[in-house]
T-cell receptor, first 116, second 115 residues
Framework: AQKITQTQPGMFVQEKEAVTLDCTYD???????LFWYKQPSSGEMIFLIY??????QNATEGRYSLNFQKARKSANLVISASQLGDSAMYFC?????????????FGKGTRLSVIA | KAGVTQTPRYLIKTRGQQVTLSCSPI?????VSWYQQTPGQGLQFLFE???????NKGNFPGRFSGRQFSNSRSEMNVSTLELGDSALYLC??????????????FGPGTRLTVT
């Protein structure tokens, strides 16, 4: 069964600094997708970035990049130049693809606090 | 393009009652998924509907049910409410799978409190 682990319940980062949020996963499916979502206090989940298991390069979206290490089964999110508005919960999620349209499985999340 | 909308945003019910939550997906999206989010259990998948058919179901009791209409709008129903059903219920829509990637766009959620 697929599993997502986020070991950092909370993180602090100084404004304008970079921060890495950890995510490890477990699956036996060779084809899968990894997602990161941001959830501000308002509750809405905001899609940030996607990495496919067969993608050769690490995904990047603006200030977000995904450090994908397939052999270690890790998919860490890197946020560069942190802003106060980045303070939120961050969730790593995975979907197995070979077996069809399986649902997203989420980690427990990391609460990021950006300090001025 | 309008995002995913959920109604109502907040709801207070008492034990034993039933509740219906509504979700309107992004125009053109045919897949709607529902998730329950609680502090203890995190985000848990409830079910997914695609073209009016339930395509996936999570591990929840039969008190939780859903449906999808021809316009892709979806409703979920919880009967005989329990205190443990208090949660944020999130709906997500998706256009489908493209090269294995299926972004899900979430709505703002419905916060249900059961007293």
């Amino acid at each position: 069964a697929q599993k997502i682990t986020q070991t950092q319940p909370g993180m602090f980062v100084q404004e304008k600094e970079a921060v890495t949020l950890d995510c490890t996963y477990d699956t036996s499916d060779p084809s899968y997708g990894l997602f990161w979502y941001k959830q501000p206090s308002s509750g809405e989940m905001i899609f940030l970035i996607y990495q496919g298991s067969y993608d050769q390069q690490n995904a990047t979206e603006g200030r977000y990049s995904l450090n994908f290490q397939k052999a270690r089964k890790s998919a860490n999110l890197v946020i560069s130049a942190s802003q106060l508005g980045d303070s939120a919960m961050y969730f790593c999620a995975m979907r197995e693809i070979s077996s069809g349209n399986t649902p997203l499985v989420f980690g427990k999340g990391t609460r990021l606090s950006v300090i001025a | 393009k309008a995002g995913v909308t959920q109604t109502p945003r907040y709801l207070i019910k008492t034990r034993g009652q039933q509740v219906t939550l509504s979700c309107s997906p992004i125009s053109g999206h045919r897949s709607v998924s529902w998730y329950q989010q609680t502090p203890g259990q995190g985000l848990q998948f409830l079910f997914e509907y695609f073209s009016e058919t339930q395509r996936n179901k999570g591990n929840f009791p039969g008190r939780f049910s859903g449906r999808q209409f021809s316009n892709s709008r979806s409703e979920m129903n919880v009967s005989t409410l329990e205190l443990g059903d208090s949660a944020l219920y999130l709906c997500a829509s998706s256009a489908g799978v493209v090269a294995g990637k299926a972004e899900q766009y979430f709505g703002p959620g419905t916060r249900l409190t059961v007293t």
